[in-house]
Structure formats: C-alpha cells, structure tokens
C-alpha cells in the first residue's frame, strides 16, 4: 500500500482496462482531444520492440514509493520556487515527456483528484535541478536508472546516511528532504531519457 511514482509503459497507456488495473486509455484520449484543441500533435509512448516489463538494472522502468514526510521539502520548495511553479514541480498527476508552455487540466477522475493535471517533464527538470544546486544534491552517487524501489532503498536501507558522512552539505541534513529533490529530479530525467508518461498509483 502507499503512494508510487510509476512510469508507464505504451500498452497501459493506450489499455482500455481499469485504472486500478493499469489502464490509462481514457487519460490518453483525453489528453490527445485538449492537445488537438491547442493546435498540438498528438502523444503517445511509442512501443520499443524487445522491451516488455521490468529488467532489473535495465532502466527501462520508474518506480519510486513516497514514504518519508514532506515538511521538510515544502519549505525548500516555498524558499527557492515560486507558487506557480510548486504547483508544476508537485501539483501534477501525469508527467509528460514533451515540454508543456503551461500545463494543462483535464476533467479526468483519477484515484487521489477529481481531475488530472498534465505538466511537462523539460518544464519540471530546470525546477528540480534548481532545488538540487540549492540542497547540494550530489547526483552522481544517488541512483538515477529506475531500478525498482532503487532510489527509495538508496535513501532509506543507509547508503544516504553513510555518504552523507563523508559528504556534508545541505542535503546530508534532511534526507528527507533530498529524497523529494532526487525524486522528482529522477523522475523528469527518466520521463525525457525514456519518451514515457509517469504517474503517481
């Protein structure tokens, strides 16, 4: 149980099953019809022949549960950004890989909103790249290849604590905090690297 940041595939994209099951068709469809209002193509994951499901170290999939308190990082969030972009860093529902001018609101039920907010993931990285100067994140060491529960495990099995003892800085003095910045700056990166949407389930 708990809350996830998933990445998802192009067969759940486009399946017509449940959401409880998987299924984002009518999110697509509903996102294709406001993109084609706007004057925009059309998106839709594309499928990559070879690839299905989870490979362990592959990189292929985002998969990320939200455990620690959020305190901490909504006030790294107030001091270093903006209301407006708050809400695009932590107010969406669907992470889209494209860039996004503003984001864009469908009257979509989803598990946790009466509606859904689509932001774009371009838009979502200079935001998280911006809190991860400000906490000193240091991001060669922190996983970024979507292992499943990699980064979760990283900040909560020790291996944060013990490099934040031979690497001080703002973010060794709230790990809670960082894993929020290494999150989303994680889940944007894997959004653009992998052409995928990433929603929270």
Known sequence: MGIYLVSVEAEEWFGEASEEEGGRGHVAAALNEELGRRGLPEYGPAAVPGETGFVHGSGRVFEEKLIPPMDGF?????????????????????????????????????????????????????LAERLAAAVELPTAEVPGMGDHLGL????????????????????????????????YLRAAQHSIRRGCPIVYT
């Open 152 to 183: 979760t495990m990283w900040f909560l099995d020790g291996a944060a604590k013990g490099l934040a003892a031979t690497r001080p800085g703002p973010w060794a003095d709230d790990l809670d905090t960082a894993f929020y910045v290494a999150l």
């Open 74 to 126: 909504s006030r790294l969030c107030d001091a270093h950004l903006t209301l407006e972009e708050a809400e695009i860093l932590c107010g969406w529902s669907v992470l889209v890989p494209f860039s996004l001018e503003e984001e864009i609101r469908l009257d979509v039920e989803s598990a946790y909103t009466d509606s859904i907010m689509v932001a774009g993931a371009p838009q979502m990285l200079v």
